[in-house]
């Protein structure tokens, strides 16, 4: 059986939204920055097991770094969500657990996972110590650029979407 499932990515300017669905869906990285406008819908389907494939609907939503600002419209029957910060930026998880809040007050009842990109731009004491300091859980630790942990992090949710009716 095939399942559509909505994915929508969300985090602030930068913090490499386009790059992991880039690199998930098409296996490539850019270096060069060009910000998403609007929303850009992109499709991979993921084949869980020989009964049960999921079409994944990814929408790369424009950054803001307002997440209560993000339009309702967008968020509409959304079946997945993943959160994407900077590991290299605090700005971007300076206040992830209020974003985190208010992400699930917008989209609730629904599988999110928290993920840290760049992991290849800090060393692994430093990226244990900022976890640490700010109170951070994460579910995966990515590098859109080098691909470490990119399609873990799809599959997973792929697999928590496929026991989902
Ligand atoms: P978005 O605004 O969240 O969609 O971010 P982009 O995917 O456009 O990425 C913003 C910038 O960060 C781009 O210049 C990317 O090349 C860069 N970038 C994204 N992911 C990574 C990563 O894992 N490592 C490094 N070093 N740069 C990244
Ligand atoms: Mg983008």
New binding site residues.
Partial sequence: MLKSKKIVVL?H????????IRRFVTDT????????IGVHITKKVVVISPDNTISMILW?LE?TDDIASIRKAYLLGTHGVVF?FDIARPSTFQHLNDDLKIVSAKIPNTPLLVVG?????VDANELKTTLVENSISVDFL?????GDAVNDLFANLASQLANDA
């Fill in positions: 985090g300017f930068g913090v490499g939204k386009t790059s992991l990285f850019s270096d060069n920055y060009k910000v998403t790369d950054g994407v990109n760049k992991i290849d731009l990515t590098s859109a650029k080098t």
